[in-house]
């Protein structure tokens, strides 16, 4: 999700710059690096932030301020987890705003884009490995497609949110909203679903997320 420069305020800029350095620091520590010493895991890691960089310059809007795009961030935690998933995404961020110039706006985009929608499916695959049986179903439909679209949606409204505080005169087509976040909500959840389910069948050490002890009764 991203907000021009031209309505954020200096101090939420020097805010969200602190919250975004905290948190890729933090990133930086805690991500399974030695997950990416294996050739194949660091080319699907490189090759995402491509995919998600191109995802995230096809964007459209609703109004003067906000614009919206696919996210790609749900797909990204269950494939490399929460730290690595917010780096490869803050890097995505990086190229697009390499090519729009806005560097003002860029720690605001990757906080809306990456950070939130990665807090809300961790929290929506935390939910659903903690009071649902381990089922790969239960896993693609709830841990992918709702999750997916639970990122979306609150991602959109958080983007929106923060919008209107910091620039209430400058109009976003409020009455159109809702209905535009629900069709991203279910094309980001549908795009992580089934990515996520041809990925768990064909390529399953790619899903970081998915234990094949857990879902599938697998035992090494």
């Known amino acids: 999700m991203l ?17 975004l350095a905290v948190l890729l620091a933090l990133a930086a520590w805690r991500a399974p690096w030695r997950r990416l010493e294996v050739n194949e895991q660091s080319h699907v890691w490189l090759g995402f932030i491509v995919v998600a ?17 696919l996210l790609a961030a ?4 269950l ?17 697009v705003t390499f090519i729009n110039g806005d560097w003002a706006s860029y720690p605001t985009h ?3 884009s990456a950070a939130v929608p990665i807090a809300v ?10 009071r649902l049986p381990p089922n790969y179903f239960i896993y693609i439909f709830v841990g992918a497609f709702l999750g997916g679209a639970l990122s979306m949606f609150v991602a959109g409204l958080a983007t929106a949110t923060l919008a209107t505080l910091l620039a209430p005169t400058v109009g976003y087509a409020g009455e159109d909203l809702v209905p535009m976040l629900v069709m991203l909500s279910f094309g980001e959840g549908t795009l992580t679903g089934m990515l996520a389910s ?3 069948v064909y390529r399953p050490t790619w899903v970081g997320t998915f234990d094949d002890a ?6 090494p």
Do not use: D
């Open 53 to 69: 960089s191109v995802l995230w310059l096809i964007a459209g809007g609703v109004g003067a301020s906000v614009r919206f795009h």
């Open 198 to 200: 041809l990925m768990v």
């Open 74 to 77: 749900p797909l990204a935690y």
């Open 110 to 112: 990757v906080l809306l």
């Open 121 to 130: 499916s961790h929290l929506v695959l935390m939910l659903c490995e903690k």
């Open 79 to 95: 494939l490399f987890g929460p730290w690595l998933a917010l780096l490869a995404l803050a890097l995505a961020g990086a190229a």
């Open 3 to 19: 907000l021009p420069s031209a309505i954020l305020t200096a101090e939420w800029s020097a805010l969200a710059a602190l919250a």
């Open 214 to 219: 857990r879902y599938l009764g697998r035992r």
